[in-house]
């Protein structure tokens, strides 16, 4: 398995600004994901991150609103922009493991926009 | 599109009791499921999976139950437990490296002592 971390685990933030969650992972992994866990709802894939491309954005998403970085094969941001209360959610991060049926995730970091 | 999801969006129980959490898929190629569990303040952690090969695969005190002509499985949890309360999801698993699960709505499983 392997042990996921997310920074930070929550935050209040201003409408109009930026906001960069991190993920880092114990072990190296090929495939990153980040989901949106919206109040009360199940989770909506937003971008899947290969370390040394660019990520792949779900239907809905788009690079401008949410960037990715994959420097590593340990650690991945995702950047929620010019936020709006709209944004508000959890946004968890997910590895894939050596096989690929399996998938960790990460504690989520829960996003309050006001 | 393809969707995963589940039955009920609550379910209370008592402790010691038996719970069924359903979940209706839509995709019939799909070969692989897993249910979740995800507590308060929490990512979802696996619990037990089952591939299309098989009707029943049996864990600790869990159980899913995979029935692919109506496209339907179920999770069963034996003696429920105050600690099982949590939101519980099913999703359909990758069929390749590289593709990530698709998560149905969750199903919030609250146990009474």
């Known amino acids: 398995s392997a042990v996921i971390s997310q920074k930070p685990s929550r935050d209040i933030c201003q409408r109009g600004t930026s906001l960069t969650i991190q993920c880092q992972v114990d072990?190296?992994?090929?495939?990153m994901f980040w989901y949106r866990q919206q109040p009360g709802q199940s989770l909506t894939l937003i971008a899947t991150?290969?370390?040394?491309?660019?990520?792949?954005?779900e239907s809905g998403f788009v690079i401008d609103k949410f960037p990715i970085s994959r420097p590593n094969l340990t650690f991945s941001t995702l950047t929620v922009s010019n936020m709006s209360p709209e944004d508000s959610s959890i946004y968890l991060c997910?590895?894939?493991?050596?096989?690929?049926?399996?998938?960790?995730f990460g504690p989520g970091t829960r996003l309050t926009v006001t | 599109g393809e969707s995963v999801g589940l039955h009920l969006p609550t379910l209370s129980v008592q402790e010691g009791d038996n719970s069924i959490i359903n979940c209706a898929y839509s995709n019939s190629a799909s070969d692989y499921f897993i249910w979740y569990k995800q507590e308060s303040g929490k990512g979802p952690q696996f619990i037990i999976d089952?591939?299309?090969?098989?009707d029943k695969r049996q864990g600790q005190r869990v159980t899913v139950l995979l029935n692919k002509t109506v496209k339907h499985l179920s999770l069963q949890i034996a003696a429920t437990q105050p600690g099982d309360s949590a939101v519980y999801f099913c999703a359909e698993g990758p069929n390749q490296a590289g593709t990530a699960l698709i998560f149905g709505k969750g199903t919030t499983l609250s146990v009474s002592s």
């Open positions: 991150a290969n370390q040394g491309s660019e990520a792949t954005y």
């Open positions: 997910s590895v894939q493991g050596q096989g690929f049926d399996e998938q960790y």
């Open positions: 072990s190296q992994v090929t495939m």
């Open positions: 089952i591939r299309s090969n098989m």
